[in-house]
């Protein structure tokens, strides 16, 4: 396996391109230059940016210039302070990772297909002479595994066709099941050395969502203490968890259940993602882990220094979601206590 220099200690920039009112205030105040001078301070190597296509696209898909000079103006603040980026697609049209934004047929139309490729062409034609410090992530979090094989044609597709403009950018792509590591063995095999897989990690699950309204069947005043035994995870889960609970059993079986929960679980957890990067020798990168707003500062502290020591041991680059707000903010005041601790492991 590969490492993916320039990108081990990140952070994602949620909330400010993507998953926003798209209002010009949200674009000019939620992040502004500060920002990427407070991310160098903290001693991060560098960004990724969600980009929904709002941001460049109009309904009928013609091209925003304002749009991509926000994004010119992103990749000259990494220059300036010395940070890599990533730009990563987080909604296409026909397509979120999020129902509720109600993008639809992507992975039925081939001509929002086509859409996809021309955009991502368009950003290769304006940033792909920026390889020193810049990488591309065609799209956030393919959801059901019914879309693998068009995805891998899609993706595949979409590779070759920037490659015309940026033959050396490299890009990276994930799997279904919201980039998960199950999704990694099925991801099409790598088009050439320039390709980096992605996952995302939010394990234990009812441990880093606890209380979130938006997980199926969750009490949304529901709390735990990281420092719990397996058989408590697996007790919490069953009792808070609708649709998502057979993914978060089959993770925490196998342990012990009068054991705390440790750094075992999350090299369990990476074993597979691991196996996949070696066989194809591609970089293994986890785009977005976190801890959401309602746990304790002591036990997110606790987490991070969990998952981060197995990722170091396995030299998986990172970015932790998210800088600020967006329910798990390292930014937000109620870290205050923690954050210095925090940001050794991130």
């Known amino acids: 396996m590969r490492d993916f220099t320039g990108y081990v200690h990140g952070i994602n920039l949620g909330g400010w391109l993507s998953q926003c009112d798209y209002s010009e205030d949200r674009y000019n105040n939620f992040i502004t230059e500060k ?54 697609l987080h909604k296409t049209f026909g397509f979120s990772f999020d129902i509720g934004e109600n993008e639809t047929g992507f992975f039925e139309n081939e001509e929002y297909q086509e859409r996809f490729y021309r955009l991502w062409e368009e950003f290769a034609k304006r940033y792909g002479m920026n390889t020193d410090m ?52 099925d991801i099409a095999e790598p088009v050439d050395d320039k390709v980096v897989y992605t996952f995302h990690c939010y394990e234990p699950l009812i441990f880093t969502h606890q209380g979130a309204h938006w997980v199926d069947g969750m009490n949304t005043s529901f709390r735990m203490p990281f420092e719990s035994t397996y058989k408590q995870y697996a007790e919490n889960s069953a009792s808070n968890f609708g649709s998502w609970q057979s993914l978060e059993v089959s993770n925490l ?38 801890v959401i707003n309602f746990a304790t500062p002591e036990d997110t502290m606790k987490w991070y220094r969990q998952i981060c020591a197995c990722f170091d041991k396995h030299h998986i680059a990172r970015a932790a979601w998210s800088y600020k707000e967006m329910d798990f903010g390292i930014a937000d005041a109620y870290l205050d206590s923690v954050r210095d601790e925090v940001l050794k492991c991130i």
């Open 134 to 185: 810049l990488c591309f992530e065609l799209l956030n979090e393919v959801t059901d595994k019914a879309y693998c094989d068009t995805w891998n044609r899609v993706s595949t597709t979409c590779i070759k066709r920037i490659r015309a403009f940026a033959p050396d950018m490299r890009i990276i792509i994930g799997g279904y099941y919201n980039n998960s590591i199950e999704g990694l063995k």
């Open 253 to 290: 079986a196998g342990f012990d259940p009068e054991k705390q929960l440790g750094i075992e679980y999350f090299e369990k957890l990476v074993e597979e993602a691991i196996r996949v990067a070696e066989e194809r020798n591609v970089p293994l990168y986890c785009g977005e882990y976190g």
């Open 35 to 88: 920002d990427f001078e407070v991310v160098k301070s903290w001693g991060l190597d560098h960004v990724r940016i969600p980009v929904d296509y709002n941001l460049v696209e109009d309904a009928e898909g013609n091209y925003k210039e304002e749009g991509f000079a926000r994004l010119q103006k992103a990749i000259d603040w990494c220059r300036k302070y010395g940070l890599h980026m990533i730009l990563d």
